[in-house]
Each structure stands twice: as structure tokens, then as C-alpha cells.
């Protein structure tokens, strides 16, 4: 049966309605597209996902470095194994590397990237094999726990070492014993060179930075400001500044750049927290200097802009302690490591 007219209701059933504008019809659709699919913020590395998250360590991670390429990155701390990581697709883990009968307090890359230098508490530094994953060379010369160590940027093969033997040791890495030895008064937690590799600079828990000339093997001169122990130093890119991480909760940046004002203390950045874990807490340059970044005990990843001193990112996600924050040699990421035994990737912008 077709029903070809239908029976119109009665007035007193009609609901007025008003006709929308075509305008106003455009903007509702709009605004139930917008409600159903939030925009991503746009992608600005080329990581398998905006954070990563990599598991495996047994015990908590002091130190975190990435590969001069930017290709891998390792780290390491209290469960004495190095792990080397891809930093691309779903970063997996690439090679354990056993050895250190104590924690690994400090690793970095060498130059070139085929090796990786690192300081133990068992007394020792070791040089190790990227490739093969072995330990080409054990170094002893320090009669405690060593802390800290950093490798020279261009020039001879150097290395330099800090322990709570009170001594700073430069060591060449083709040889078994230290090169020169230099004495403090205090526990050395901090070291690096500077750009030409001709002077060291150390903190410790005097909360000074000294500064070494390695031919003379004097302290050319002291840098104060810190009251607290200096717990991690990392030099700029262009050698032309030093930035340093204390318990007195502050991150500080000096000019040590030759004949510089004799009040070498440029900027002072503070937020993050040091607590009664008293854990060494390094910093780290982005590679174009313009974002520093500290470990904190507070849980957060702080990376403050150099030239405003503002916070710019306090990012989430550990649950203990961050001991250490790398910078990406050629992409916006950050990796940071803590007490929780997780390491984190994540793209900045």
C-alpha cells in the first residue's frame, strides 16, 4: 500500500525551530570534528615514538651517553653491565658488556665513537670495545672508588679521572698506568677537560672548581660560588663555557675562556632538587648551547633555555631519582636515567 500524502500533525504538536545559517552549520560541524580527533602535536624526531621507554638494568642507572653519530647510546650504574641501546626503532638493547666488579659511576663515548670509557667504585677505569663489546683495557691507579671521567676532544687519545682517593689522574688510553697524577685535599665527585685538553677542571665536596694546568700540574685558579658538593661538569660545545650541577640545588655556567673577568660565574639556574640520596647528578649541554639540562631528585627531567634562565621543560615519568640527562648530538631528544631503573627517550622541540 503507498501512502501518498502524509497527514499533517496538528499546530498545537509543532515545535518552533530555527533555521541555521549555513555559517553557523560549517562552524557545529567543525566543532564535533575538532571534539572527536585532537590533533597530534606535530612529530620533531625521527623516533619510533614521542617517548620510550627501556628496561633491563637491575639495579639504578647513574650514566647515560649517546654514540658521536647519534645512532646508539649506552648507560650504566649499580648492577655493574653496560648496555648499548639503538636509539632508532623500538631501541632495542644491542650488546651487554660485563666486567667492573663495582658500580659504573661515569661512561662516555670517545670521539671517534669506537670505544667507551667508563669509571667504577671497583677502583678501576675500563676502555671498551663499541663493536665487539669487549674490554680492550683495564686502567688501575686510583686506591678507592673512582667517580667521575671524561675523555679529551681532539688531540691525543687522553682521559681524565676523579675518586674519593682525592686525586685527579689523566691517563692515556694506550698506556696501563696514569700519566699524571695531581692531588687535592677533598673526594673529586667531577671532572673534564677543557677544549684543548691543556687544563682539567674537578669539583668536589669542597664545592670549588678548580681549574688544573696539565703541563705545570698546579690549580691555575679556583672557581667559587657553590655551597654544596659539586656533583657533575660538562663543558659546551664550543669550549668556551663550563656548566656545573651541585647539591646546593643549583646549575651554574662559567666563562672559562682565557683572560675572562676575574667573577667567572655567568648564569645560575635553579628548580631541581639534590636530597639525602646524595647522588652524584650530572648535566648536559644541548649541542647548540642553548638548553642545559640536570638530574634531579625530585623525579623530573628539568632542561632550563641558557639565555632566559626559564624552565622550559620539566618532563614526568621516573619514579625515583634522575642521576643523568644526555642531549641528542643531532636531533631534538633527551635520554634520562634514574634510580628506578628505567631509562627514557623523548623528542623535544
Partial sequence: MVIESKRKAEDSALVPVQKKSKNELATTSKNKQVSQLQPAPARTSNLFAPIMVCEGHEGEIFTVDFHPEGQYFATSGFDRKIFLWSVYGECENLSVMTGHTGAVMELHFTPDGSNIITASTDYTLGLWDVVTGERVRKYKGHNTFVNCIQGARRGPQLMV?????????????????????????????????????????????????????????????????????????????????????????????????????????????SGHQHNFEKNLLRCAWSPDGNKVSGGSADRFVYIWDTTSRRIIYKLPGHTGCVNSVAFHPNEPIVASVGSDKMIYLGEIE
Fill in 161 to 269: 679521572s676523579g675518586g674519593d682517593d682525592s686525586t685527579v689522574r689523566i691517563w692515556d688510553q694506550r698506556k696501563k698506568q696514569p700519566t699524571i697524577t695531581m692531588n687535592t685535599v677533598y673526594q673529586t665527585t667531577a671532572v673534564s677537560f677543557n677544549d684543548t685538553a691543556e687544563q682539567v677542571f674537578s669539583g668536589g665536596i669542597d664545592n670549588d672548581i678548580k681549574v688544573w694546568d696539565v703541563r705545570k700540574k698546579e690549580v691555575i685558579y679556583t672557581m667559587k660560588g657553590h655551597t654544596d658538593t659539586i656533583t657533575g661538569l660538562s663543558l659546551s660545545a664550543d669550549g668556551s663555557y663550563l656548566l656545573s650541577n651541585s647539591m646546593d640545588n643549583t646549575l651554574r655556567i662559567w666563562d672559562v675562556r682565557p683572560f675572562a673577568p676575574v667573577e667567572r660565574c655567568v648564569k645560575v639556574f
